[in-house]
């Protein structure tokens, strides 16, 4: 049988007419009653990047956990835990709660915020190409009756998109994600990682929150894209297999969904999914922009070695715009940074183009940038897929 993903319009944040999708983007699902029971425990894990105001379109909808939150209480929970975890948090993690607007739609709906930088953790197994691997998550994952996974629709400058699968990266807490990413540096590494941990957790109910989502330069400093769009299923991969379909973007273009496709986790194309809900045409995405598949990721190892120093994309200083925080410094699993008199200065030989500098910096002082070979590479992919696109046109 096909998975079913369902598919709600929903034209703003406006608390009505989110928690009247939130309904109606469930009901073909089996409403939440299908996923909470009477008395069971509920944790929501949303995505909480950046101490963004919500506008930043950088985290999940505060009006969109407030939805979530009451559904759950509806359909007969008797607690609702709210938490994730970002990259590092400079400050206090109250801070972040406060500013994305966690704190205030989780406690206006009777729900509760958890700290997972503070919490118990408990150790997951799982095998990444044949290596065993243990990562440490927090325990409530486990506790909890029910989890259930809020993610926002964004791209990404390493994985391409971050969805309903790398949601479940944040179950990691704090800065052990960035040793993750230096452990498995390349993309499709990573995306086998993210994977297996995806695989390893008991998440439930898949929501993303694409209402305003962003593309360009995500996860944190990308545009704010208006897609007016909810998407839900019980399977992480067949959400983000939605959110593939109606931005007009290859699944198999994607590192994550290519490593699914590859270990037959959740359905491997279109035609294995049901989408329901609102009509797909109806939801199509015109001009939503996602970065381009790293060449590295299609080029075989040792061709790869051979040519690193002249492909590479990596963080670039934007002018005038460091503060010399020092947080990327602090974050950068391959020690690239020093922060000196005129601002972060990126080591190129060590870096990994894992991107957390660029999603710590508070100021979005950090920028994608190619070497000129690799931008040579883009421009062409760039027509080729305009030529391409004609072609289907015509
Ligand atoms: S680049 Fe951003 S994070 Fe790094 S020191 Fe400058 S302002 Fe801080
Ligand atoms: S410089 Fe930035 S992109 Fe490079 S390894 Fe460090 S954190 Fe990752």
Redesign the pocket.
């Known amino acids: 049988m096909n998975t079913k993903v369902s598919f709600q319009k929903c034209e703003s944040y406006d608390k009505q007419e989110v928690a009247n999708s939130i309904k109606a983007l469930l009901e073909p699902l089996g409403s939440m009653s299908a996923f909470v029971q009477k008395n069971d425990i509920v944790l929501i894990k949303p995505n909480m990047l950046s101490c963004k105001e919500p506008e930043r379109a950088a985290t999940t909808h505060p009006s969109v956990i407030e939805a979530v939150v009451r559904e759950c209480f509806d359909a007969g929970a008797s607690e609702v835990w709210v938490g994730d975890s970002p990259p590092a948090i400079f400050g206090r993690t109250e801070d972040f709660w406060n500013k994305t607007g966690f704190a205030k739609a989780t406690e206006t709906a009777g729900g509760k915020m958890l700290c997972f930088e503070k919490d118990e953790k408990a150790n997951v197994n799982f095998k990444v190409f044949g290596k065993e691997v243990t990562a440490s998550v927090i325990k409530k994952v486990f506790d909890a009756d029910v989890v259930i996974s809020l993610s926002k629709m964004k791209t990404h400058n390493l994985t391409r998109i971050t969805g309903a699968v790398k949601n479940h990266f944040g179950f990691i807490p704090g800065f052990a994600k960035a040793l993750w ?1 230096k452990k498995f540096t390349k993309v499709n590494e990573f995306s086998a990682f993210v994977t297996e941990l995806a695989r390893s957790l008991p998440v439930k109910l898949h929501i993303m929150d694409g209402i305003e989502a962003m593309d360009l330069q995500g996860p944190a400093s990308g545009r704010v894209k208006k897609n007016n769009i909810l998407i839900a299923s019980e399977s992480p991969v067949a959400v983000d297999m939605g959110f593939c379909k109606i931005v007009g973007l290859k699944p198999e273009s994607v590192p994550i969904m290519k490593y699914c496709k590859s270990i037959g986790w959740g359905p491997a194309s279109f035609n294995d999914v049901d989408f329901v809900g609102t009509k797909v045409e109806d939801c199509i995405v015109k001009g939503y922009i996602v970065p381009p598949a790293p060449p590295v990721y299609l080029i075989p190892d040792f061709v790869l070695e051979l040519i690193r120093k002249m492909i590479w994309t ?2 670039n200083l934007k002018p005038n715009k460091c503060v010399k925080c020092g947080r ?1 410094k602090n ?4 020690k ?2 020093e922060v000196g008199s005129n601002g972060a200065e ?1 080591d190129r030989t ?9 999603e710590v910096c508070p100021i979005e002082a950090i920028e994608m940038k190619a070497s000129p070979l690799m931008a040579i590479i883009l421009k062409l992919r760039n027509v080729r897929n305009i030529l391409s696109r004609s072609k289907k046109n015509e």
């Open positions: 990413h990596g963080p990327c974050i950068c699993p391959a690239a940074i990126f060590k870096c990994i183009s894992c991107f957390c500098c660029m």
